[in-house]
């Protein structure tokens, strides 16, 4: 077999229908956006890489060790992850490689995976080798990844260019004073888009061990006195404000539900104060956290930032883990999610304020035809987030477009979100997108559902216009 | 592209599978199912309408204003529900013509969607119609519409022969004194069967604001005492036979969830005298309604009308628009749904009876191979209904097949259930269900899991002698 | 329509994808494993079948009274469960002739199930015969199958090679003595492996009826004192080290959650106090089950018996059934699961313990992609089951793959496992499984996400080395 029947990812009609009428529609389909600019409106790419244009460590630092879509799999595959890095200081060379070594052991473990087939694409696409990662491939993959690494060309800022991505949106606290971001705005020679997003989740949790000492951060870096819950809300305007004349156009929000039952504002006002005295019990805390959350749709829907939703996900689910190596390294685990009636007090007041847009995303499948394509079949606020995290693949992918589209149409989605911080994958987790989709279309077309003059124009609507319209590019 | 290519959905193949071999055996299976009549056991259109053989008023209050499956997207779309007539007396003719415009302008969100597919299909079929609704044919179109509805071949008794519908069930309140139906079955003149169905929601909701006044009226119509709840049940069965009497042959249910835990008699007098005396708890309400419902199926035991259960759908989930366009607008949301242990008292009771018909509808599809499949694979008086309002949809038709028949077979299911106000839709609707359902067999076929006479004889039982069975016509 | 076109599931492309090019491919991939020996590390065929060699009865007893997917869909259809013999003792000649007529009178109910797949490739690859079941073949057809019956190399041991089915495990009550096991691994002519599976379910619902005599009956058997929780910890050890020195590999539990909440040890005394008293409540009796099962996950750990889980079935669902013809007569009804809460406290103590193997089924789909496949792709200690009961289907087969294989890969699931009583279908399950993942596997290679090599070695690795390895073999 040749080294690129090893590697299929790089195959032209790569994840393209296999019925070969429906193929040929879905190529003429897919040329049409193949080559259009990414724009990532949501992801986890750190701007100090862009502001600083710092080149990567090593092959290891780069790829393995933070992805924690590569590292999870592992770990289920009897591999420790400090054996990967994951939670300790930088690896030496000889550990780094010794890492690396592991992950090409286990190649095959992402078989049938996304993670294969970014990985490939970004070895063919960006590193340009022709190696199939294995045990007896793993040194010398190394040292060329090493080698392409040290060329100037590999620096972030550069590959922002050969990537050819238009606008990039970071995640970033509250309390962040955006300055990596003010270095891109105010580099001239710097022509990319890249705006932070507002993240406020920990300051929305009033019964988390960190919540009393981030309000005091909060109070100090707003100028506002977060000793009240009324200063909490001018606190939260300020860094909005401040944000968004950083060129956030976006803030981003992940709580275990989507609840926003407001309450009586004593009731908020006491629960506040029982919070900041660390009285507050969880199932008040979560009260008030929802209370909090539809004090976000009032606030996006006066400034206009669009308001992404995350829900539903038990983090750290293994607290083993998560006390040796820390958070965010693979072991959240999804949970079920209610839609329709946790987001009914916000829709009611604000849902069809012509300022607002909400975008909601899900690991939970079963809402996208039972919940989220009614809702944003009606709403004109209510966007449905493409498939996310666990689901981001082919596949699901392709179910999600059958699950929504036909009550909600193409238009009532959110555009590509690659949410990443593999940062080398952004191209190939987009052309992925972009291929299922113009799958998708073919397959209309050959029903007879849709001219392909349709597929065509839709094609390149959810590529270029959607994410600007729905993220107020 | 020539209009023809414009309007994939006339194209002879539309719906049917995308390989070519599955293809030319779906082609077979269809044909011989393609002009059989139509049998709607469930619906909504007027009895007036056919009572009184009314022409239709205009192009936009035949085919936009009612239809809240269209309504709904435009207003996803930023449309005001009042632009398009909603909510509103007859719209002036300019009026008419500006919602036509509107939605002409907005054809591309319905891409991908059956509203789509159904609109195009009328338009070709039953107004014999090439234009391609846009901001440029709107005129136009509207003008060639409003000439068909001035001939007299245009009237709905003249569309119940050429659409071929031999039977039709309307949908009534238990009170409507069916005078309507009773013209229609008097005229020796109409030869099609149109049928009422009692649908009695309000009546078992005790806690809502109109069920006192409801209880009076009722008691006036059937003659009972509804001051108690014993009465109550005499007044349900009066009126469920004075509807058999007048044709029906099923009775429908849509309540938020499919309880039907039975209460102790004193209990349920109790909860009435409270209910009466407007101090009944939500909850209560909801316990009394329970009963109520495993009562209602006691009574189809009992006089061999088919229940059919329509539950989980969040009405009227945005006040604003309740209150400014009442409700049927677009509004309504899907919950979760649970069957299993909800109908499990009452079939504990009456689920092997002999006369007793239960068809379970969903728009909750994780309840399909979970719940309803086991259920109607066990239980002879249960059948899973077909999909309904948010997924009568192709993908979604599919899906429910390939869900429920591997552990229920096709016997077990409802036959084709068009469940819609949209006359003139009703042809496409029933004609789309064939050809999915002709693809579905193909496929079989082609996997060789079934024979092509098998395809065939399962194809017309399931167009011709489910529904009638089901029904019992 | 010659008998080989009414008898489709003898097709040798049978099962796999419908698009020629796919089929192709899958046909190559299937070949490498179509001959491969059975193993069948969960199941429930008797054991004394095979110790004592008996010979089958007749053809009725054989393949439709204690096959609950069959008398649960002619059930449906009408049939009384007693005109099949379901709950009775041995039916007389004439009986079973008239049992055997009523399943061939209702063949075509069964179209488009497993059931029907099975049992046509039982016929045909078992009994040699040609015959379509229906009214007219009945008599015929019961002939052919007592005459087959009648041969010497119909008989259990001499099937177990005819269908080479290399390992066999079967279901077994932790106070069987295992004495068929023992005739057989004493039986220097019996070559193939048959092992116990230890089903401890019973010993731990302490709020069920018969808790207290099996209470009895284990401390007997066990010799340990269970008048204690310690008692019956000690016991339950005792039990697990017998199964496991007569060659069980696994053990098997089936309660309504999958809850694994741990209590305090002085609560947990009290309540099996209570439960032992005849005063422990339902709910009581739930937390107490639960700690049992973290206890079992805990000895899981310590013996390293493969745990597996089948949750979530709301037995006997018709009270009048379970009253007339006992359990396991296809009145269980699958309800709703959660796991990722469920599992968290045993999996936050036991889930990356190295000698711990749990492989969780589910017959409620949704949480493939929500919940199990991410717990696997994070657990080394856990597998998700392929699908089960209701699911065991083609499609249902390959929304599994679907759904599981884009974040948990193919190594984290369990293998095949044909959970049946139906001794004679066990090839064809097999079969079906093979055929099935081969056509996925073909599907990945058509889409360009997988190469021909990768694929065979994935199929070889699920049919031989997968079940070796997940069972501990």
Redesign the interface.
Known sequence: ?TPD??R??L?P??????????REVARRVYAEVADLPIISPHGHVPPAWLAQDTPFRDPTSLLITPDHYIT??L????VELARLGVGREALSEQEARAAFRVFCQHW???????M??WFETVLGQVFGTELVPSAGTADELYDQIATWIAQDTSRPRALMDTFDIAFLATTDDPCDDLAHHRTLAEDPSFLRRVVPTFRPDRYLEPASAVWVADMHRLGEVSGQDTGSYAGWVAAMEERRAYFKAHGAVSTDHSHRDLGTEPLEPVEAERLYSAALARRISTVDGDRLRRHMVCEMVRMASEDGLTMTLHPAV?RD?????LEAYGADV???????V?V??AL?PA??RY??H?NLTLVVFT????VY???L????????S?HVGVPWW??D????IT?FR??V????????TSGFVDDTRAFLSIPARHDMARRLDSGFLA?????????E??AV??ARYLVQTQPREVFGL
């Open positions: 077999m029947g090893a299929p990812s195959h009609d790569r994840l393209l229908p296999a019925d070969p009428g429906t999870r799999l770990h289920a595959s009897g095959p473990v992402f078989r049938g995976t996304p294969r087939l038990h689910h293994h607290p083993g883990t693979g072991a959240d685990i999804p949970i079920s209610e329709t009636r009914q829709l009611a849902g069809t012509p690991i939970d499948e079963t035809s039972r919940e394509a009614p809702l944003a079949g009606f709403y004109p209510l666990f689901i693949a082919p596949d699901a179910r059958a699950a589209t036909e009550s909600a149409g193409f238009t009532r397959r209309l077309i050959a029903e007879h559902r849709l001219t003059d349709e124009e839709t």
